[in-house]
């Protein structure tokens, strides 16, 4: 393999030749609009499998729209790839305001393609998702997720070309990834294409009216599942009488599920709770990231140190999840930053809480300081090694812990993780500590 396709259609049939042991599965091709969809066609009329689309938008960097800092998807699927916002310095709201943008795109471009023809479901059968190509990795990611939301049975993700690396990128979003052509010396998708002509909307559709004469395999006789295998997107839960705002992922088979506890007034777009929680579902960890305050609530300083209500706030959502059934029998693991680690601690302290794990990254357990006696969920306090007063505080706040409980300081960093691998290390030190406790 020489690395240069003359055109998408060749590629198609490249990439169709690897996903021959496919052909008696019950398989639906999902193409990206718009370049992968003439590489799907290819390789839907290999596998004599139906076509349709699977759409995601980049999100791109303001000031730098081609530098994707996630993508959006149908049924609110959202990817963000922490690294790329948090090396751009990408306020949440930005974020905020291009995902709004960008998923309206989506709606609009569902509309145009499947204006004479529903969705193909997904439930129990094989998604093999397709592009022309992989850079990021953001857009085939939040395909993949958009696949398993709709109860794909597995994902199958395949490219003609990509960069090396890039199944390290894609995770354990897709059960097998197939690619044509790993490059060395990958600069852009394009330079491996002789002929790279974008793809028009009108040829999209020209696609999937071909293949709507094919025959569909028959979907299998079991029923599909009562809940999807993983599944990520905008949930609302609730406290009490409070409804919230959050974002729930859960890889398929998820062992545990980690519920964030913000501190100091930040909330579910905080970028380095959501790195945080990034490296956990690479992991195969479930996270919900919400806001412990409503927005009426949060001008009020006050509430950001009420520690008795973050914690009940805490706890009610706990309930609320633990009776959903994306949720299942998963292990429940607390993780806090600043004042929502004193959070964490307090509603593990309750009586019957069953958390599984609890992490701290530079936070205050000091502020739960009677409760502390009472947690017996393993706890992990992770501090700035320059960050001297918490670290104080954390060493008094664990003399006073009678569970299980480890204090890791990371050199150099300060009290927000800022310095160049600190936030990683933070990170990787939390995902070990809840695959070991959530996992037994």
């Known amino acids: 393999m020489s690395g240069i396709f003359a055109d998408r259609a060749e590629a198609g049939r490249a990439l169709a030749a690897l996903l021959a042991h496919l052909r008696d599965d019950p398989v639906v091709v999902l193409g990206l609009p718009r370049g992968g969809v003439p590489v799907a066609h290819e390789v839907a009329l290999a596998l004599d499998a139906p076509l349709d689309v699977v759409i995601v938008r980049k999100l791109g960097v303001p000031a730098q729209p081609e530098l994707g800092m996630g993508a959006v998807g149908e049924d609110g699927v959202l990817v963000i790839n922490r690294e790329v916002v948090w090396q751009a310095g990408v306020p949440a709201a930005e974020v905020a305001a291009a995902r709004e943008r960008e998923q309206a795109e989506v709606a609009a471009r569902a509309a145009r393609y499947r204006a004479s023809r529903p969705r193909e479901p997904l439930a129990g059968r094989v998604a093999v998702v397709v592009d022309d190509g992989i850079a990021t990795g953001a857009t085939a990611r939040a395909a993949c997720q958009v696949a398993r939301a709709q109860g794909a049975d597995r994902v199958v993700l395949a490219v003609p070309v990509a960069p090396p690396g890039w199944d390290d990128r894609i995770g354990s979003v897709a059960e097998e990834l197939v690619c044509a052509h790993v490059a060395p010396q ?30 569909a395999p028959a979907a299998p006789s ?188 990371v050199p150099g960093a300060t009290h927000l993780f800022e310095e160049p691998g600190a936030l990683t290390e933070a990170a990787t030190l939390a995902r070990d500590w809840f695959i070991t406790h959530l996992a037994a």
């Open 186 to 215: 990958f600069r852009s998708v394009g330079q491996f294409y002789a002929d790279f002509t974008q793809t028009t909307d009108d040829e999209v559709v020209a696609c999937l009216r071909a293949e709507s004469g094919m025959a």
């Open 222 to 409: 079991a029923p599909a599942p009562a809940a999807p295998h993983g599944w990520t997107g905008e949930v609302a839960p609730v406290a009490g009488e409070t409804r919230l705002a959050g974002y729930l992922t859960m890889p398929g088979d998820a062992k545990g599920i980690v519920l964030f506890a913000h501190g100091s007034g930040s909330g579910r777009n905080s970028p380095r709770n959501q790195y945080v929680a990034g490296v956990l579902q690479d992991a195969g960890l479930g996270t919900l990231l919400f806001d412990l305050l409503t927005p009426e609530e949060e001008p009020d300083r006050a509430n950001v140190f009420d520690i008795g209500l973050l914690a009940r706030r805490l706890t009610g959502v706990t309930g609320w999840l633990r009776a959903q059934p994306t949720a299942g029998n998963a292990a429940i693991g607390y993780f806090g930053a600043s004042t929502g680690a004193a959070a964490a601690l307090w509603a593990a302290a309750e009586p019957g809480a069953n958390i599984a794990a609890v992490v701290s990254r530079g936070g205050r357990p000091d502020l739960a300081a009677d409760r502390l006696p009472a947690v017996t969920a393993p706890v992990l306090l992770i501090v700035g090694g320059e960050d001297s007063v918490v670290l104080d505080l954390n060493r008094q706040a664990q003399a006073k812990l009678l569970c299980e409980s480890r204090l890791e300081v």
